[in-house]
């Protein structure tokens, strides 16, 4: 079985975050590499910010992002959140970087968003456009070749989000 390579922060490493299945509802071991899907962290969240390491949140593509808001304003507490994982099931599937865009405009969210899935090297910068910060790639990708589709363009023709600095 190929590995998945995670890109993050400009270099590329093994991925060894473990996600969950879509009905699997147990907590994970508490150990620094644990994801949960969306209905396992809204029913246990206290007990999950409760632990000695964060864990990740996966957003399959029929989950809604805007269940994540619990503060007065709407926004996401980043308490025991380590990041917020989209799912993109093929590459065809568009509907996470709708999330992606919404969990970085409408929910404030700052903390690490990584695509997972069906993640090509292709489609990078227009991920890193909607907000995403790191990128589980499918296995057999070439990671080198992700990191350079980082820069493919100079310029964006629509608008984009960056962290910390948000330009058309």
Request: with cysteine.
């Amino acid at each position: 079985m190929l590995e998945r390579q995670l890109i993050q922060n400009g270099t590329s490493r093994i991925d060894h975050t473990r996600l969950p299945q879509a009905d699997d509802t147990t907590l994970p071991a508490d150990d620094g590499d644990a994801v949960v899907n969306l209905a396992t962290w809204l029913e246990h969240r206290g007990a999950l910010r409760a632990r000695q390491h964060p864990v990740g949140i996966a957003l399959a593509p029929d989950d809604e992002a805007l269940d994540l808001a619990e503060t007065e304003s709407g926004t996401i507490d980043p308490t025991g959140i380590a990041f917020i994982a989209v799912e993109f099931p093929n590459m065809t599937d568009g509907r996470g970087f709708s999330q992606g865009q919404l969990l970085r405009t409408r929910l404030g969210w700052e903390g690490e968003m990584r695509a997972v899935g069906d993640v090509l090297a292709d489609t990078m910068f227009y991920l890193s456009r909607c907000g995403f910060d790191s990128f589980s790639l499918k296995p057999g990708q070439d990671a080198e070749l992700a990191l350079r589709a980082l820069s493919t363009f100079s310029t964006g023709y629509q608008r984009g989000y960056r962290l910390g600095n948000a330009r058309a």
